[in-house]
């Protein structure tokens, strides 16, 4: 349900039918300015890949002909998530693709999401818009220090959002970033790192969010 809600259903999406010309798919693209768009069957159900402006042109100054069918310079035929993907599917996913398309139950194209649409749930997720600081906390593979870590800043405040990163890192050491919410003040921040200092945390970064 979250990939249905923040993917661009079909209807509002320029696509090509896969038995157009080159030509007529970049008449398309110039229009609507995007630089890639889907290729659908001719019932505009099923997804067959997408058309990028920029391979229409590299065809073209090669000397290729823009009668050729679109279907000649098709690509990420099989780039696509169901509607009902993990996050981290879609993440792991779309890469360096410009969107990912959805599929529905039935297999059939839903819609696309976009780079923007999945930073903008990852910002939500971190609370920029309610965050005052963020502590960022260097900790070995040691059981036990994310509650010590939560517990101490419990003692002075509610955690806004909490990620961890560099698990897999050579040097063993884990980075966990706290999200302080807004109404921390600098005082607070300060006693909070002092107290995971004395307890044998090192606190190496703090930055406060500039709303």
């Known amino acids: ?73 098709i690509k990420n035929a099989s780039k696509h998530i169901c509607v009902n993907a993990s996050f981290f599917e879609v993440f792991f996913t779309i890469k360096e693709l410009p969107y990912i398309t959805v599929l529905n139950e039935q297999g059939h194209f839903y819609g696309i999401l976009t780079h923007g649409k999945l930073l903008g749930l990852l910002q ?31 003692r002075y405040s509610s955690i806004a959002s909490l990620i961890t990163l560099d698990n897999q890192s050579e040097d063993f050491i884990r980075r966990v970033l706290v999200s302080l919410p807004t109404g921390v003040t600098e005082d607070k921040k300060n006693e909070i790192v002092a107290h995971l200092e004395r307890k044998g945390l090192r606190v190496v970064e703090t930055e406060k969010i500039q709303k």
């Open 1 to 73: 349900m979250l990939i249905k809600n923040l993917c661009i259903p079909k209807i509002n999406l320029t696509t090509v039918p896969g038995d157009a010309t080159l030509q007529e798919a970049i008449n398309l693209l110039e229009e609507s300015g995007y630089r890639c768009v889907p290729v659908l069957d001719e019932k505009g159900e099923k997804f067959l890949g997408n058309i990028y402006k920029m391979h229409i042109y590299k065809h073209a100054a090669n000397g290729g002909s823009l009668s050729d069918p679109v279907m000649s310079l």
């Open 124 to 154: 939500d997720g971190w609370n920029v818009k309610t965050t005052s600081y963020v502590l960022t906390i260097a900790t070995g593979e040691v059981k036990g220090a994310l509650t010590k870590i939560t517990k101490i800043i419990d």
